[in-house]
């Protein structure tokens, strides 16, 4: 043998062997001391985290879940319609948007978690657990990066959705509303009450046929008395005497009719008053159980959602991550396979 074989056969016998996939039985034998000088440096040198990859997925899937958000907005407001007995329930509605959300984030998820698995760069020498381990890491941080970035566009959403419910859940629109409207009604006087039901009822107690003398209605001081007498009667519940007495004689001073005439009539009017403010507190006090309850059904199905899609991202990059392996390992086995022997 020559002088070349001779320093080949030493370095054989020196060398170091090295499975060059997790998954395969091919070796590689290298120099212990490139093998040794290699791995330090990349240990020194490298983190264990790809941010690059990281970053591709979280964008990946916050662009992904705009996109299917998108769309299901616009499959949603095609499939209601103001008609009656047209377009699908509300129920159906409500089930089809928290299962589009669910969907959405998953799928989103997936690819996010899928992409940082599979391009994140695998350090050499690693162990197959602790790659594992490292994919999903991977995507989990894909997933929390791409909920950070939908978070900042979409945070006066989740607010509104968050508070909705809150405010609904403690606002008491039944005394606070018949106040408000009655003090309107007392400031302005009645030459504009188009919009407020306490003025309609005020202007009912001086109705009069068209050809009495006062037709055209109290003044504006009458009118504001009986407003601050029905914002009274509003507050303690009930008019008090006195006052369905004094608004008695202003009725009947603007309407001609007899003083009991006009006492009932002040009467009257205030009982339907306080029937049409119970029914609208009745109504409102629904319709905020509504909104209370929409909104914190809102808000567990997002919380769900975001949940199932850090799972779904781990295991993606985790499947991610095996894909990259059995690619690699499937190019170095032609890399070997294509490489002619030395001749000594």
Known sequence: MGTDSTNRLANMLTAQVVPIAPFGNETLIVD???VDRTQNQDRISRSALSWGAIVGGAVAAASLWMILMI????LGLSSVSPFVNKGISATTFGIS????LVFSQIAASAMGGYLAGRVRTRRFGTPPDEVRFRDI???FLAWAVAALITAIFLTSVIASVVSDGIQASITAPVTSGALVDAAKAAAVGHSDGLNDDTSYFVDSLFRTGPMAANSDGPSAAVFSKATRIFTNGLRLGALPVDDVRYGGQLVAAQTGLSQSEAQTRVADTFAR?????KESAVTDRALAEQARTASATAA?????SLLFGAVVAGNAAMFGGRRRDV???TAETLLISNTPPERG
Do not use: D, N, Y
């Open 32 to 34: 212990p001391l490139i």
């Open 300 to 304: 567990i199905w997002l919380f769900l």
């Open 137 to 139: 890491t991977h995507g």
């Open 97 to 100: 948007t928290v299962g589009w």
């Open 71 to 74: 769309l299901g907005a616009g």
């Open 327 to 329: 690619a690699s390992r």
């Open 273 to 277: 008053l306080q029937s049409t403010r």
